[in-house]
């Protein structure tokens, strides 16, 4: 074998061993897996006055396991790095208490002006509609070009304080058309449905999942120990009245 062919197998041996030491030997993404969890559409009005590009994607577990795992493709990172972003992202999803979508528009001709955004968008499962509890504020305002952000739907039900996604087949996004002409003179209100039975992937486990969950688990305490100071001060309350009382009655026993 020449000294060329072996330093190539040596090279390519050595790109192997790097590229799965900089992946954490994480399985391969699937570039589908991206694409199928959003939905667009690209509408003109009929005298070409105004045009939108409109694209909405659902932060599935899918999506998030390969969104994670493309970035690292492209970066090139070591397990750490990959598992700091896979952290940063999930903490700024803040999927524990959100259920996050992302929208991106493109707005072409007249402007729109679409503020209060949240009465543009909203969230349907299992029949139950939901408004945002926060959303990106640049939706708030004129619109001429591209505009994308965040949207935040609750995670759990605002009066049940139940899991809304428990049992749920699919979650749909009503998105009003008379936040452009484009759309109400051609389209009307767009209703999307994302299928949750074909979410198959996984964002538990690992470090971030961990730095997570003690991150939850702070502020769950910061709570409780809120809470404690609150009954401890009620006690304290009752028992300087409960004290007060039995003074009283003594000393009316004593009269």
Known sequence: MSSYRIKFLATLLILTVFSSYALGAAKPQDPAALRNWSHEIEVTADDDSQSIKLKITYYSNEYVENLILAEAEKNMWTADEMENYKYTLLKNLNLAECIPFHVDMYIRGMPIYPGPFDKHITLIVKGKKYSPIDYDK?????????????????????????????????????????????????????????????????????RAANRLEIDRLLKRTEKLNADKRKLQEQLAALEKETSEVNARIDELQSK
């Open 138 to 206: 640049r939706f708030n305002f004129k619109v001429l070009g591209a505009r994308d952000g965040l949207v935040f739907f609750p995670r759990y039900d605002p009066k049940t304080g139940k899991p809304i996604l428990d049992g749920a087949k699919d979650v749909r996004i009503l998105f009003d058309s008379s936040i452009c002409f484009a759309l109400s003179s051609t389209q009307g209100d767009l209703l999307w449905v994302w299928d949750l039975n074909r979410d198959r992937g996984s964002i538990s486990g690992g």
